[in-house]
């Protein structure tokens, strides 16, 4: 078990430590390809693409896939520039029509006329029926509807 001992930390040696310390150089992003910069960025000049460019410094001993010696592109040659996003397009409310005025004639006929309120919302099909909403002959009926009908002989 742990025994309850104090221990005094040395605040003077992590200080130290702390100041003398190294980094993994290989942990260091774009080490390898920072010796090479000049190299890729005049072929970025020429529009070179970043696979070729990659290919070139595989060739030459430098080792780098695409996907990074496209974001040495981006962020070290381009001055961490963002990549360009897809623009959302932009839902427009729906428009209300202006209703149509009645001809100055009165015409008969038995055409029904249109609905005279407008809704931006559609109906999008059939609707499942909510029974406890219903008033008893309605739910009668839709009860009704539901049995199977006698066969005819």
Known sequence: MNSPTTSIPD????RKAVQEFQPNPRRLPF???KTVHDSIAKLRQQQVSYATIAELLRQHGVRSSRARVAEYGRI???????RKQRKRAQIEPA???????????????????PPKEYSPFHSRGPHIANVKMMSPEEAKEFNDSLKPKPAAS
């Open 11 to 14: 605040l003077a040696g992590l």
């Open 31 to 33: 080490t390898n390809l």
């Open 95 to 113: 428009a209300k029509p202006t209703p149509a005025t009645p001809p100055a004639t009165a015409v008969t006929s038995d055409v029904q006329p």
């Open 76 to 82: 070290v040659l381009e001055g961490g520039k963002k």
